[in-house]
């Protein structure tokens, strides 16, 4: 059935805009002659001109005509600001789940075999090189207070630098400097999303140990994974909406260490431009690949502003820096950078001049190619014991960068007992099913933090609880 014809004028002046033909702040065409080149009445134009200024995309303006005054992430803050007398009545932000709670507390337990824990090790934390970097900080030091909004100008301009090689242009007015990664999450969740939108994320994920989206009113919508990570041609059959946006972790999955090539990448752009879907790209594994360098983040394919980009020190350098950043266009980063501002006044600034001088020094760079050796080494010591001691009640994939293991049990193994009892013996998991809105036969296994000996005997200990049942 042929649409109608202000629904043909609709989809025109969408597509202009979404290709880039025509940005915001372009005018349209006069009614007339859109009229004239749709073979119309004016009146036809009018409808389609008022279903898209109730869209939020155009505004008539006296003496301008009609305007477009939307790119896609503007498409995503709400009219009204934050009501914090609404947050209050609703409570605080909602709690973790049991499962998680457990795992964070025994987490600081140095009596436990840690298998799941995502974070370096102390033998890989670089620190004379650290000391040496802080002595440096230190001599030069000034007298400082509150950084610039948007962070440390030296800081941004090193991450600018940074991200040139992976294909990303980023001046330093649009990136913002933010406390790890979980802090980008947050301020995106309440600057730039309203309640009842809904957030697309890969099927399992991270993102369900947490309630950051949730917290804030949003839904969360799992997408299917293959060996490459979300399926595209999925989220665009489940999008239902205008207020949704997609979070995805292409590099290194977390948790199952998928590996997204570059022609999923470049589809998955595609789609999400085509239907109007804003990206948030969390690329914080990015620098920890083992065998090869990974294909180019999302955003160095991104020209039309679709995209938040990721950042972070805390995987590949140290989390008690408190270092991360946002890449993205410069009014959402301002944005974020006054919520950033009302959230805490800026990070540490002697992290960020620590950070900055890791990243400008060339020291950042010296230090991965240890840190990729060294995990390579536990990588595949620890797949070696995987082999040896679950090779027969198990199924994974050799990850190719990242911290984790992805182990599939065998269905007549209650992964809930396996997770209980290793507890109860010193060995702490990460059951696959916090990751996930449905009970799956899998646990997270890292290799990056407890020492190859004590993964090794956690893993036989795995073993013998699985022999006993």
């Not at 001049?353 to 991965?368: C, F, I, M, Q």
């Not at 014991?385 to 065998?410: C, Q, S």
Request: hydrophobic fraction near 40%.
């Amino acid at each position: 059935m042929k649409a109608p014809k202000y629904q043909m004028i609709i989809n025109y002046i969408k597509d202009q805009i979404m290709n880039g033909t025509w940005p915001v702040g372009s005018r349209l065409p006069s009614q007339r002659e859109l009229a004239k080149q749709f073979e119309v009445n004016r009146s036809t134009v009018v409808t389609a001109l008022d279903e898209l200024t109730a869209e939020g995309l155009v505004e008539g303006k006296l003496g301008a005509g009609t305007i477009v005054v939307n790119n896609t992430w503007t498409l995503m803050r709400s009219n009204a600001p934050v009501n914090w007398n609404e947050q209050v009545k609703l409570g605080t932000h909602q709690a973790s789940l049991g499962t998680v709670q457990a795992i964070n507390l025994a987490e600081s337990d140095e009596n436990m075999i840690q298998l799941s824990k995502g974070e370096l090790s102390k033998d890989l934390f670089p620190l004379e090189e650290m000391k040496e970097v802080i002595s440096k900080v230190g001599k030069e030091l000034m007298p400082f207070g509150y950084e610039d909004p948007k962070g440390n100008p030296a800081l941004r301009e090193a991450i600018s630098n940074y991200l040139k090689p992976k294909g990303i242009e980023a001046p330093p007015s649009s990136i913002l400097v933010v406390s790890g990664a979980l802090q980008a999450l947050h301020l995106i969740s309440i600057g730039l999303l309203q309640r009842e939108s809904t957030v697309f994320l890969e099927n399992p994920s991270y993102i369900y140990s947490l309630s950051t989206f949730q917290s804030a009113g949003m839904k969360l919508q799992g997408i299917p994974m293959d060996q490459e990570g979300i399926v595209p041609n999925l989220i665009q059959a489940s999008r239902d909406h205008r207020k949704s946006v997609l979070y995805c972790h292409p590099t290194f999955h977390n948790p199952t260490g998928a590996l997204m090539g570059d022609a999923r990448r470049q589809e998955l752009i595609q789609v999400a431009e085509k239907v109007q879907l804003p990206i948030i790209e969390d690329d914080v594994y990015g620098d920890l690949w083992l065998d090869s360098p990974p294909p180019p983040p999302i955003k160095s394919y991104d020209k039309h502003g679709n995209v938040l980009y990721i950042g972070s020190l805390s995987k590949s350098l140290n989390p008690g820096l408190r270092i991360g950043w946002i890449a993205g266009p410069q009014g959402v980063i301002d944005r974020l950078a006054d919520l950033k501002m009302q959230t805490d006044y800026g990070s540490s600034s002697l992290s960020q001049k620590v950070a900055a001088e890791w990243l400008s020094s060339g020291k950042y760079d010296r230090h991965l190619i240890n840190v990729r050796k060294q995990l390579r080494e536990r990588r595949d010591a620890v797949l070696a014991a995987v082999a040896t001691h679950l090779g027969r009640y198990a199924d994974w994939e050799a990850p190719k960068g990242g911290f984790f293991i992805w182990i599939k049990m065998n269905p007549e193994i209650s992964l809930a007992d396996l997770y209980r009892k290793a507890f109860a013996k010193g060995v702490l998991i990460n059951p696959g099913r916090i990751y996930a809105t449905q009970k799956l036969q899998h646990f997270r296994l890292s290799f990056a933090n407890a020492p190859v000996a004590d993964i090794v005997k956690g893993i036989a200990i795995l073993e013998s609880i699985i022999e006993d049942c």
